[in-house]
């Protein structure tokens, strides 16, 4: 069995990362990643399935022994991505799907070379700003910053492995998955088969 | 409409890569790369549609002026692999496919780094040497040779791009189909998207 890839999806604020994500299938092997927080959990939230809630001694412990592939401070609390979880589902031959902001998403690729990095944009930037509007939960100077940061964020679509154009979320998960399988044939994910086969040679 | 790709069919002999190239629908966009000869042609060959048939001196001057992507003397007679061709197809959103010996695959990757290597091999060894024993037209010298020259092929697999199992023809079609959907994806291919929507920010 080969290992699983771990999938990072970024892309900007209305690209539609959320949805997306929470589309593709568990029975095709994927496998959500699980953050660790210090945040406290809330009402029906559950350790090891919503997060992993940790104190902050642990989390500290864990961000320096470089046990995170990135991490960040937001509104007080600290998050984080933990290598255990991933590295283990990953052996279970699981995609590990990790959806983070861009500059996250860089970090992890530079942590883990391994990872699949997937840019997802809208079909048109007018569809972007529709999205972002039509939320309905953000004032115009929200808006306005957040579409300031898209144009910043378009700009590192080159550092990307894939570009996912989000016209149908039907669209965007297949073509996540043409993704997974092409990665699945790179020589580097079929070590196992190349060895059996050099094996074989004796 | 995004560009094609050129698309290297290599792996040892035995490997089936002629049997696979051949399987490859046209109705989906794949196109054969023709290679240019300085022998002459045979009864029912074609200019252009079989080779592209060149005099000595028109084919050193192809090689002098860095038009071909690689080239061999083969007894007797020069074989070069043009780039016009392959550019006027990709140009018009085929998938050019190139099947040729792995050395001559990695001069092409080199000269143009575009290109998609695929390395194609037998699910198992002894499949390789049952194939190349079962064609019958080799005597066990040759055989022979072909199997130590295999052996050193495989050591190369890390410089591919892919590893397609050709355990059946039509899974190794299906296996080569998705990792062009993939390359497609990929930011490099995509630069039309990618500057309509950045336009499209002002």
């Known amino acids: 069995m080969n290992k699983g890839v771990l999938i990072i999806i970024s892309g900007p604020s209305g690209s539609g990362k959320g949805t997306v994500v929470k589309a593709l299938p568990p029975e095709e092997g994927y496998a959500l990643s699980i953050s660790v927080t210090t945040r406290a959990p ?3 939230e559950v ?3 919503d997060y992993f ?5 642990e989390f500290a412990r864990m961000r320096d022994n470089d046990e995170l592939l990135e991490h960040i401070l937001f509104v007080g609390h600290n ?12 052996n279970e031959g699981k995609n590990v799907v990790l959806e983070i902001e861009v500059n ?11 990872s699949v990095l997937v840019f997802l944009i809208p079909p048109t930037w007018d569809e972007l700003k529709r999205r972002l509007i039509g939320r309905g939960t953000e004032d115009l100077n929200t808006i306005e910053r ?8 378009i700009t590192l679509i080159e550092q990307y492995d894939y570009l996912v154009i989000n016209d149908e979320v039907e669209n965007a998960v297949d073509r996540i998955g043409t993704i ?3 990665e699945q044939l790179k020589p580097k994910r079929s070590m196992n088969a190349i060895n059996l086969f050099k094996g074989a040679v004796n």
């Open 79 to 90: 998050y984080g991505t933990p290598k255990f979880y991933m590295e283990q589902k990953i």
């Open 53 to 57: 809630f940790r104190t902050e001694e």
């Open 180 to 182: 997974i399988a092409a």
């Open 47 to 49: 350790d090891g399935r």
């Open 146 to 153: 957040r579409i300031k940061r898209a144009q910043d964020e």
């Open 104 to 114: 996250g998403a860089l970090q992890v690729k530079e942590k883990y070379p391994d």
């Open 42 to 44: 809330r009402e029906g």
